[in-house]
């Protein structure tokens, strides 16, 4: 079992930064592949970020050069750097945890434990 908690969301101004970070229990979260998701509202959940195995990250190419993907396996936490936020990156942001360690997995169903989400919301 592996639970997740973000934090970090909030209201912010376009062009504006937000850091999120997830907290991971379990001994073995250094392991795993983590991933960073969005959902905005009448949309379906969407990749944003990904830790890979072997310390490869991919990210969208909608956030590409803006967001940034680390981790820091002593605290079990994995972190979304946001910057030159835009009105269109306002959803619902989860991060999640690919314990069955797949390549390079991008897709929501790749993931099986999911953290509760926090709103990040970006103001034009």
């Known amino acids: 079992q592996v639970q997740l908690v973000e934090s970090g969301g909030g209201l912010v101004q376009a062009g504006g930064s937000l850091r999120l970070s997830c907290a991971a229990s379990?001994?073995?979260?250094?392991?795993?592949?983590m991933g960073w998701f969005r959902q905005a509202p009448g949309k379906e959940r969407e990749f944003v970020a990904a830790f890979w195995t072997g310390g490869s990250t991919g990210y969208a190419d909608s956030v590409k050069g803006r967001f940034t993907i680390s981790r820091d396996n002593a605290k079990n936490t994995v972190y979304l750097q946001m910057n030159s936020l835009k009105p269109e990156d306002t959803a619902v942001y989860y991060c999640?945890?690919?314990?069955?360690?797949?390549?390079?997995?991008?897709?929501?169903?790749?993931?099986?434990?999911w953290g509760q989400g926090t709103q990040v919301t970006v103001s034009s």
């Open positions: 999640a945890a690919d314990t069955r360690v797949r390549w390079r997995a991008y897709r929501p169903d790749e993931y099986d434990y």
């Open positions: 379990g001994r073995t979260f250094s392991r795993y592949p």
